[in-house]
Nanobody
Framework: QVQLVESGGGLVQPGGSLRLSCAAS????????ISWYRQAPGKQRELVAS???????NYVDSVKGRFTISRDNAKKTVYLQMNSLEPEDTGDYYC?????????WGQGTQVTVSS
């Protein structure tokens, strides 16, 4: 079955950390560009970070220096390490896989940053 499954979300205080995971199945994982998106309440979904094979990465300006995306092709998993979390980072986080015209979305995991 072709799918992406996110995990690792939760409630964290400002300044805290979380690590999200995106586990893939049913695909040739190493050929996919994997991205993390987030959607805050009442806002559009936005790209947070992406990683291609060869570890080429890209980040939205608001998370640079705080978030790190990485991938383990052997485990078919992409991680998003989120440090120094801010209330503005609150939202539903989704991973997306792209290979040519093939696009796969996960079901999302919720992140809440609040004291």
């Amino acid at each position: 079955q072709v799918q992406l499954v996110e995990s690792g979300g939760g409630l964290v205080q400002p300044g805290g950390s979380l690590r999200l995971s995106c586990a893939a199945s049913g695909i040739i994982f190493s050929t996919y560009v994997i991205s993390w998106y987030r959607q805050a309440p009442g806002k559009q979904r936005e790209l947070v970070a992406s990683i291609a094979n060869g570890d080429f990465t890209n980040y939205v300006d608001s998370v640079k220096g705080r978030f790190t995306i990485s991938r383990d092709n052997a485990k078919k998993t992409v991680y998003l390490q989120m440090n120094s979390l801010e209330p503005e980072d609150t939202g539903d986080y989704y991973c997306k896989g792209i290979q040519g015209r093939n696009i796969i979305w996960g079901q999302g995991t919720q992140v809440t940053v609040s004291s």
